[in-house]
């Protein structure tokens, strides 16, 4: 219950008891007659009762005594019974008001309480899910950094040009992993990602090209943190991943890849290509001799086909 609702509740409280006391206080003690609650024995009355007192001196004795007395019973209760009428409801207002009033408090500090301890925990358990995904993608980035110098101590052993690295932005494994040799024939080393971390080693690891698929799954992720900018794990659309892309690296060249190109024209190519912001398509399933082909002509190697060396 808000403060302000509390202090209407008692001004309320206050006023009724106020007018309580006032109406029936001045009905009660200027005998306005609007409320009857018994009438006192009378001095006329009194003196009627005492003079029908027969017998000798102390049977009258103790009949007046009786009378008396019995006429200071009926003025106490008389004058109680209007001191109640008046008073008595607003103390049980009082009373009732404060009791109900720590009712609602307590209530109100026990909801508190228990918002206080869930907040904690909903904090706790959030902290706990940043903490895991920092550290996912600390191993990640730690695992893709292992691979590039082993990728590196592998090229000079087979005595090949230096691999050059492509970022593979796809939730298939197995397709990763039949890119993997093949590209590495061609002279490009495989490494697979996500949109969860596709930045985690961005800055260390120097990648060439991106081949990203278009059909990607919304990771699973709690929508406390899908609303938190600050959450490492949160997924960019996409569009605006390649946007970024190309921001830290100007030069990047990107292919995306989907089951939906095969067989476009030439300007259908063309305008997907721009819209979607990527330097070429390629349809799935892959062609590994067209995707060598494809990387040879975006990083312009200077490897000519037959037909162009005619």
């Known amino acids: 219950m808000r403060d302000r609702t509390k202090k209407r509740v008692k001004w309320i409280s206050g006023a009724i008891a106020v007018a309580w006391m006032g109406l029936i206080g001045l009905d009660q003690f200027n005998d306005l007659g609007t409320f009857s609650y018994g009438d006192s024995a009378g001095e006329d009355k009194t003196e009627m009762l005492m003079k029908e007192c027969r017998g000798t001196f102390n049977e009258r004795y103790n009949c007046k005594s009786s009378i008396l007395r019995n006429k200071g019973r009926d003025t106490f209760r008389y004058w109680g019974k209007k001191w109640a009428v008046t008073f008595a409801p607003p103390i049980f207002l009082y009373i009732a ?183 070429a398509l390629i349809e799935k399933p892959i062609d590994m001799e067209k995707l060598g082909d494809l990387f040879e002509k975006l990083m312009d190697t200077g490897v000519k086909s037959d037909e162009d060396e005619v």
Request: charged share 35%.
């Open 97 to 279: 008001f404060h009791l109900w009033l720590g009712r609602v408090e307590t209530v109100e500090e026990k909801d508190r309480r228990e918002r206080r301890v869930l907040r904690i925990e909903l904090a706790r358990q959030k902290e706990r899910r940043m903490a895991n995904e920092q550290g996912r993608q600390r191993t990640l980035a730690a695992r893709r950094k292992q691979d590039v110098r082993e990728a590196e101590v592998r090229a000079l052993r087979e005595e090949m040009k230096r691999p050059l690295n492509v970022m593979v932005i796809c939730q298939d494994e197995e397709l990763v992993n039949s890119l993997a040799e093949p590209l590495w024939q061609s002279g490009y080393l495989a490494i697979p990602t996500d949109l969860l971390d596709v930045f985690s080693v961005y800055r260390e690891i120097g990648y060439h090209i991106v081949l990203t698929d278009t059909q990607i799954d919304a990771p699973d992720i709690d929508p406390e943190d899908l609303a938190d900018e600050k959450y490492p794990g949160n997924r960019l659309p996409l569009d605006e991943t390649i946007r970024q892309l190309r921001e830290r690296k100007s030069n990047i060249r990107i292919v995306a890849m989907s089951g939906d190109f095969a067989g476009l024209e030439a300007k259908e190519y063309i305008k997907t290509a721009t819209e979607m912001g990527v330097d």
